[in-house]
């Protein structure tokens, strides 16, 4: 299931950096035994040449996609062979999983930190020093603002911590061992 997760996250992943095309490429190359060339993949995923090697080149960016190069024996110019990099695609995760658990910990620790008021008619959400200075009416609308129990708010956020670094305190012992 994790397993399957991982995927999931990892395609989420290219779609967000390299778009569609990236998530094409990316399946075309790991469903393939052997490496492939830039020509066999244009003809694979029906993009264009220009397309293929810019989501090559970001995927490779990403540490997620690899090549070796060799000369063509016809012309003496470089050709490239690619494959995925499985090795560094865990790692890349793992990483990004860090990114994203950061971000969680500053979100927890922000609301942990502040005391809230909205606006019940437009939502505005001030921190207390910005709803005093607003004599804690709304900027937008002038309504009064009303006290926020954040607790909710932060009970996910914990949840979320604490899941994303059990998470990453398994993948770490997997890749260590
Ligand atoms: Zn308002």
Known sequence: MSHEKNRRDLMEFIRRYVGDSGVKIF???SNSAKEL????IVELSKLSEQDV??????LHNLGLVTYRKSRNPEDSRYIYHWKVDYARINQ???????AVLKKLKERLEYEENN??????????????????ENDFR??????MLMYE??????????????KLEEEI??????LIS
């Open 27 to 29: 399946e075309i190359l």
């Open 37 to 40: 060339l830039d020509s066999s």
């Open 53 to 58: 090697r810019r989501a090559l080149y970001e």
């Open 92 to 98: 890349v995760l793992l990483q990004r999983k860090k």
């Open 115 to 132: 005391t809230f008021y909205v606006c019940p008619v437009c939502r505005v959400r001030l921190t207390f020093e910005e709803a005093m």
């Open 138 to 143: 709304c900027p937008r609308c002038g309504e």
């Open 149 to 162: 129990n954040n607790e909710s708010t932060r009970r996910k956020l914990r949840s979320l911590v604490l």
């Open 169 to 174: 305190k398994n993948e770490e012992r997997s």
